[in-house]
T-cell receptor
Framework: DTEVTQTPKHLVMGMTNKKSLKCEQH?????MYWYKQKAKKPPELMFV???????INESVPSRFSPECPNSSLLNLHLHALQPEDSALYLC??????????????FGPGTRLTVT | GENVEQHPSTLSVQEGDSAVIKCTYSDSASNYFPWYKQELGKRPQLIID?????GEKKDQRIAVTLNKTAKHFSLHITETQPEDSAVYFCAASAPPILGGYNKLIFGAGTRLAVHP
């Protein structure tokens, strides 16, 4: 099973709202990622968790707050977003690279619209 | 840091023809090179990848070649079909200094259109 799931599929939120995106994988992967993808652009890395610890924050504004409650779950908490934050938010996971895991599998994404 | 350039940005072929997409990378430490296919409104899907200890890898109609000396790698699709129409992204990854994660640097993408 190489499936990563994400909820919700679509989200519309106002600039004063607080919402959360959720990601789940049951492949035993120990690295999980958040990407942002704008139309006609490649995925842009936001955060990386490795063994439930934040390993990379690509200078993402604090209105995006990641959380990794356990090895299977990854959340992205959203607060006071701007219209330019509207995008497809993708979650991905990969096995431990140090033991040979390289492949990164993406979830279906959450289409976020900020009004 | 790593930089990946991808060409062409758009590619239009007739059904049955071959398609080739090329990428170059800058970091000689990169050792993993995946290719993703993304259909409109869908997730990026890993279609093939190659590690730096091999020069070529095939999977049915798709193949990837790697030239470590020149720091470039290519995706080859033979006997193209309309369902191959999508955006294709190449990526490169160097081993992380710490931790088991895999930081991918993506190319800008190639929009492939296969016409019946």
């Amino acid at each position: 099973d190489t499936e990563v799931t994400q909820t919700p599929k679509h989200l519309v939120m106002g600039m004063t709202n607080k919402k959360s995106l959720k990601c789940e994988q049951h492949m035993g992967h120990r690295a999980m990622y958040w990407y942002k993808q704008k139309a006609k652009k490649p995925p842009e890395l936001m955060f990386v968790y490795s063994y439930e610890k934040l390993s990379i924050n690509e200078s993402v504004p604090s209105r995006f707050s990641p959380e990794c409650p356990n090895s299977s779950l990854l959340n992205l908490h959203l607060h006071a977003l701007q219209p330019e934050d509207s995008a497809l938010y993708l979650c991905a996971s990969s096995a431990d690279r140090e033991v040979g895991g390289y492949e990164q599998y993406f979830g279906p994404g959450t289409r976020l619209t900020v009004t | 840091g790593e930089n990946v350039e991808q060409h062409p940005s758009t590619l239009s072929v007739q059904e049955g023809d071959s398609a080739v997409i090329k990428c170059t990378y800058s970091d000689s430490a990169s050792n993993y090179f995946p290719w993703y296919k993304q259909e409109l409104g869908k997730r990026p899907q890993l279609i093939i990848d190659i590690r730096s200890n091999v020069g070529e890898k095939k999977d049915q109609r798709i193949a990837v070649t790697l030239n470590k000396t020149a720091k470039h790698f290519s995706l080859h699709i033979t006997e193209t079909q309309p369902e191959d129409s999508a955006v294709y992204f190449c990526a490169a990854s160097a081993p992380p200094i710490l931790g088991g994660y895999n930081k991918l640097i993506f190319g800008a993408g190639t929009r492939l259109a296969v016409h019946p």
